[in-house]
Nanobody
Framework: QLQASGGGLAQPGGSLRLSCAGS????????MGWFRQAPGKEREFVAL????????YYADSVKGRFTISRDNAKNTVYLQMNSLKPEDTAVYYC?????????????????WGQGTQVTVSS
């Protein structure tokens, strides 16, 4: 089970940090990803991190602004979002994948959190 939190309202140029807490002893064996879905749009890949935390991958739209990290001792993955833009407004979802490659498609993920709303507006 995954529980996402940390969303809210931020001004353009501001920052937010999302957290995703997982339950179970196998959390550290899963790659973790963040996706987002804006109203009227399809869910899109944002970032992923390998099970060890040693490898990360980002969508071009967030590269250099967002940072994904994980703490396996706490069963938690984070998404630090800086230099936020209005187009970052969406519901953000965390997800877990058993695949070892670069899983950037939603269907490649086994488990999903409930989503947390991020709104970027002045």
């Amino acid at each position: 089970q995954l529980q996402a939190s940390g969303g809210g309202l931020a001004q353009p140029g501001g920052s937010l940090r999302l957290s995703c807490a997982g339950s179970g002893r196998t959390f550290s064996s899963y790659g973790m990803g963040w996706f987002r879905q804006a109203p009227g749009k399809e869910r899109e890949f944002v970032a992923l991190i390998s099970w060890s935390g040693g490898s990360t991958y980002y969508a071009d739209s967030v590269k250099g602004r967002f940072t994904i990290s994980r703490d396996n001792a706490k069963n938690t993955v984070y998404l630090q979002m800086n230099s936020l833009k209005p187009e970052d407004t969406a519901v953000y979802y965390c997800a877990a994948t058993s695949l070892t490659g670069w899983a950037t498609k939603a269907y490649e993920y086994n488990y999903w959190g409930q989503g947390t709303q991020v709104t970027v507006s002045s």
